[in-house]
Structures are given as C-alpha cells and as structure tokens.
C-alpha cells in the first residue's frame, strides 16, 4: 500500500527526535584505572574480577 498523504519534515523528524545515538557507559578498572565497558575485560590489563584476569596481547 502506498501512504495517502505526504508527512511534512516536522512529523517525521519529531518521530526520530529519540533515535539520537548516545555515548558508550564506561568505568573505570579497579586494577589500572583505564576506561573500560562495564560487565567486560579490561582493555589494558586483562582483569575480569578479582582472581580472575586475561591475557592480553600488546600491539607494537
């Protein structure tokens, strides 16, 4: 089906008023003091938790 009418500018971009992107949640570890995503390994350092880290490639 094909719409009956035109929606103006206004309609339309009212309706994507919230599709807007936000910035990522980050922490900080608790190891290194990097930011890091919540509930992931750190980046930096590898920890997890405590008692558990893992092992992280370093780049050159």
Do not use: F, I, W
């Not at 570890?29 to 390994?41: D, I, R």
């Not at 558990?52 to 050159?60: A, D, F, G, H, M």
């Amino acid at each position: 089906m094909l719409p009956t009418q035109k929606l103006s500018r206004s309609r339309t971009r009212s309706r994507r008023a919230h599709h807007a992107r936000r910035p990522a949640n980050l922490s900080d570890c608790p190891k290194c003091n990097k930011a890091k995503l919540p509930h992931a390994a750190c980046d930096n350092c590898g920890y997890v938790r405590p008692g558990l880290s893992l092992e992280t490639k370093k780049e050159s």
